[in-house]
């Protein structure tokens, strides 16, 4: 089957919900006006992340039900316009009463198809995760849909290869890729889309915003901003691509609100497939990757960070 995706690079206004969702229901027409099936957003694209120093009253404003309002309102959308959404991801206040950073996939008859979340939150100052009560998910679900199998990460999820080599073989069609990096990463996406395309032989769509944060708390080691950086302006660019087969087919322009569009063919990934599996017999080693299991190497390379307590904030 053949269908038009759109990724959607959405200006975002900081601290105007009602202004952002707008902008996404008309980023929803546009795309729909030209034949697109589907819309794919950003990571927080009506928020922007939450960064350390929230209040729990400044989270519990940013954070919503999944169906709530905002869901809501696009699925309204998705039914008029008969296309499906890929609502990037916000902060979800789950059934469980914790909150999580989830996307939430509807359909053309409003209903929630499935939702994922983030499975590895970061804690930098600019996207303070689990220091504002952010839980990871704990799932890596594909989900089948009228037009294939679809499965999606988030931001730092992307950084493992291993995410996406799980979705190529639990024989996901296309991996939608919501993020939110600012412009000093901005290089770094199109490229990531295109390694994620290579691990998993699907089709990855990434979707980066653009805007402007005002007075965000960073860390030095990220911007160079000297050791008592303090809160800065940052600026997203975008980035967003569309890739296949290790290629970027599709890419917005950059700094500015944009959509770019591709065909997904949900047969090629197979063919993709079948091809390497003919010409490539020792694609994977699973005998040899030991190492990525064992506990102590959950942190980051060469390090002793103990994350035991960390990792008791896991509430499964």
């Not at 995706?5 to 795309?31: G, R």
């Not at 709530?68 to 469980?96: F, H, L, R, W």
């Not at 942190?299 to 904030?313: F, R």
């Amino acid at each position: 089957m053949k269908y038009i995706v759109a990724a959607c690079q959405p200006n975002i206004i900081q601290n105007d919900k009602e202004a952002n969702l707008k902008n996404v229901l008309s980023m929803i027409d546009e795309a729909a006006s030209v034949g697109a099936k589907v819309t794919v957003f950003p990571e927080y694209f009506l928020t922007w992340p939450p960064y350390a120093g929230l209040t729990k009253e400044q989270m519990d404003e940013m954070a919503e039900p999944i169906p709530g309002p905002s869901i809501n309102a696009i699925a309204e959308k998705c039914k008029e316009t008969q296309t499906y959404c890929v609502a990037g991801s916000m902060v979800e206040k789950c059934e469980d009463g914790l909150l999580r950073n989830t996307c939430a996939i509807i359909g053309p008859d409003g209903n929630i198809i499935g939702k994922y979340s983030k499975v590895q939150p970061e804690n930098a100052p600019a996207k303070h995760e689990p220091g504002n009560g952010i839980q990871p998910g704990n799932e890596l679900p594909v989900f089948d849909t009228p037009l294939g199998k679809w499965a999606v990460m988030i931001d730092m999820d992307y950084t493992n290869a291993e995410i996406p080599r799980i979705y190529g073989l639990k024989g996901a069609d296309v991996i939608f890729a919501p993020t939110c990096w600012s412009a000093k990463f901005l290089k770094d996406i199109p490229g990531l889309a295109e390694a994620s395309a290579t691990q998993s032989l699907s089709y990855c769509v990434m979707v980066n915003p653009v805007g402007w944060r005002k007075d965000v708390p960073v860390h030095a080691w990220a911007f160079s901003a000297g050791d008592n950086a303090g809160s800065i302006d940052l600026s997203y660019a975008g980035g967003t691509a569309i890739a296949f087969d290790g290629v970027n087919i599709a890419q917005t322009t950059i700094f500015g609100q944009d959509i770019c569009y591709a065909v997904i063919d949900s047969e090629a990934p197979q063919e993709a497939r079948d091809n390497d599996a003919s010409i490539y017999p020792f694609w994977r080693r699973p005998e040899l990757y030991g190492e990525l299991i064992k506990p102590e190497t959950a942190q980051p390379y060469g390090t002793n960070v103990d994350h035991s307590e960390v990792y008791k904030l896991i509430k499964k």
